[in-house]
T-cell receptor, first 110, second 115 residues
């Protein structure tokens, strides 16, 4: 079966800009979760969407937001980018007993 | 609050030998799931194995097995017959049964396989 697709793979943005990342889950999975991975903080949970509704949220500021469409594809938006937002952003497509990740989007804020 | 602990920052293993990566967890939810992931230098997170808290038997997937000791709250990953391609970061993760699929991750263990 097709895997989880994240676009773009790499992104360079300037401080103050905003960015939108996309994630297409595995067919049949209704849950999409987003994670931020940095060398200092490790993997941190951002939020989870299930059937177009945000079901869980991590401890990130309101600059981080997301949404999910009726086809389960999800987008994550970060506004007013800061240098500290530079990270690998991973999305996971989940069912009850499995969770597959995309290849991630590596965001660099300069 | 849920918590995952991986106490081994780095591990070395000789090719073709078995290795155990430690993971302990803490949760008050009787229903939970435990995951192991492999992250090579490319950054992709590769799903290896899943164990549900009510599963009676330890999960196995090919060369990977999960040594689940519920009373000790441990979920160690055993990799048999290590291969050079197993060199990577390994993450233990937990998802509680209530309220969705929020998953928390341990700090990871970097495994080095020696030829």
């Amino acid at each position: 079966k097709a895997g989880v697709t994240q676009t773009p793979r790499y992104l360079i943005k300037t401080r103050g800009q905003q960015v939108t990342l996309s994630c297409s889950p595995i067919s049949g999975h209704r849950s999409v979760s987003w994670y931020q991975q940095t060398p200092g903080q490790g993997l941190q949970f951002l939020f989870e969407y299930f059937s177009e509704t945000q079901r869980n949220k991590g401890n990130f500021p309101g600059r981080f937001s997301g949404r999910q469409f009726s086809n389960s594809r999800s987008e994550m938006n970060v506004s007013t980018l800061e240098l500290g937002d530079s990270a690998l952003y991973l999305c996971a497509s989940s069912s009850n007993t499995e969770a597959f990740f995309g290849q991630g989007t590596r965001l660099t804020v300069v | 609050a849920q918590k995952i602990t991986q106490t081994q920052p780095g591990m070395f293993v000789q090719e073709k030998e078995a290795v155990t990566l430690d993971c302990t967890y803490d949760t008050s939810d009787p229903s939970y799931g435990l995951f192991w992931y492999k992250q090579p230098s490319s950054g992709e997170m590769i799903f290896l194995i899943y164990q549900g808290s009510y599963d009676q038997q330890n999960a196995t997937e090919g060369r990977y097995s999960l040594n689940f000791q519920k009373a000790r709250k441990s979920a160690n990953l055993v990799i048999s017959a290590s291969q050079l391609g197993d060199s990577a970061m390994y993450f233990c993760a937990m998802r509680e049964g209530r309220g969705g699929f929020k998953t928390i991750f341990g700090a990871g263990t970097r495994l080095f396989v020696k030829a």
